[in-house]
């Protein structure tokens, strides 16, 4: 798969002309592979590509894939940023989802973490499971505040079709989530970072001062960005692209210096809805001065008026002509953008 995976970038290297300032090795266990093979793609990226000198490089990582050992050589090889899928600090939480790492674990990684020198990384924490208590995810956003974690991503559990957890809850093996209990434990999620001087810059990101990701936060910009792999998505302005999800065809087409993917070119209105989802996600909110810009003085002035009642009820904040979603609209985010779409 890797050698795969090196050859697509070869393939790839004109899909970008402009600089590189973020790479992301994620979207699986990138953390399970060797020091030589991480090292062998990072220099493949930058045969192929511009990387700029201060990129933020982010290795995604599970508890019981670290070890002191191995942040040491990840650091070596430039690796400045870490995303580690803690999920709870709980251990009957942690095993409810299945997980391969305790507690315990999650607790010791981190202060490795720290004391390899990596300043700049970021933990996954879920809530609204049905056995999650508000005072085991009071404790467990604690634990991350008091280990001054520079950077959380916290989720709502959401249950995917065609999984063991679906069939489970549909034979009555176990609860679905609530949506009332996920509610509230992410209305106390934005009461106790607020108060510990996180930033909420995103729905479901927290980062203190200086800390966010570079990363993810041009996903919301709208940046363009290159994917490589089976399933990965790629952007360039103007059209998406996705590369095929079954592995042996993935590396049986690139074997014959073909990538497998389909192609969406996207027409203004679906860039246009695609902004105002991403950005009404994020704290600095849509921009209607943007939208006038790029997308006609109309569509910005149609917006404004659908927002209205969002506004008069307090789900969303004007301010500097930015539509900003309130702690209260944040529950309603999606619905609320979807609701701004242009059809």
């Known amino acids: 798969m890797l050698e795969a995976i090196e050859k697509e970038i070869q393939l790839r290297k004109n899909y970008l002309k402009e600089p590189i300032y973020t790479i992301y090795f994620g979207g699986g266990t990138p953390s399970i592979c060797t020091i030589q093979q991480i090292s062998s793609l990072l220099t493949k990226i ?5 990387v700029a000198k201060d990129a933020e490089i982010t290795l995604e990582a599970n508890p019981d894939d670290i070890s ?20 709870s600090f709980n251990e009957e939480e942690l095993k409810w989802m299945n997980r391969a790492h305790t507690a315990t674990q999650a607790l010791e990684c981190i202060n490795w973490v720290k004391e390899t020198g990596f300043d700049n990384f970021s933990i996954d924490l879920i809530y609204g499971t049905p056995t999650l208590t508000d005072e085991q995810w009071q404790n467990n956003v604690q634990t991350a505040i008091a280990l001054q974690i520079p950077h959380l991503s916290c989720y709502a559990l959401t249950v995917e079709p065609n999984t063991a957890l679906n069939k489970m809850i549909a034979q009555q093996k176990a609860l679905a989530p609530n949506a009332d209990n996920q509610a509230i434990h992410f209305e106390l999620l934005m009461q106790w970072m607020n108060n510990a001087g996180y930033e909420h810059y995103e729905i479901s990101n927290f980062a203190l001062p200086n800390f966010r990701s570079k990363h993810n936060s041009s996903y919301w910009q709208g940046t363009n960005y290159i994917g490589i792999g089976p399933s990965a998505h790629s952007f360039n302005g103007k059209s998406r692209q996705w590369n095929i999800s079954n592995n042996s065809i993935y590396i049986n087409t690139i074997d014959q210096e073909t990538v497998p993917f389909e192609t969406e070119e996207l027409t203004p209105t679906q860039c246009l809805n695609e902004y105002i989802m991403t950005s009404i996600r994020t704290i600095e909110g849509l921009s209607l001065t943007n939208i006038s810009e790029k997308w006609g003085e109309d569509k910005s002035s149609l917006i404004f008026k659908n927002s209205v009642k969002y506004t008069s009820n307090g789900l969303l904040v004007l301010k500097d002509n930015h539509l900003i979603l309130s702690n209260k609209g944040k529950l309603l985010g999606d619905g609320i953008a979807s609701d701004l779409f242009f059809i």
Do not use: A
């Open 46 to 50: 930058k045969e192929c590509f511009i």
């Open 68 to 87: 002191v050992e191995k942040l040491i050589e990840w650091k070596k090889l430039g690796i400045n940023r870490l995303s580690i899928g803690i999920q």
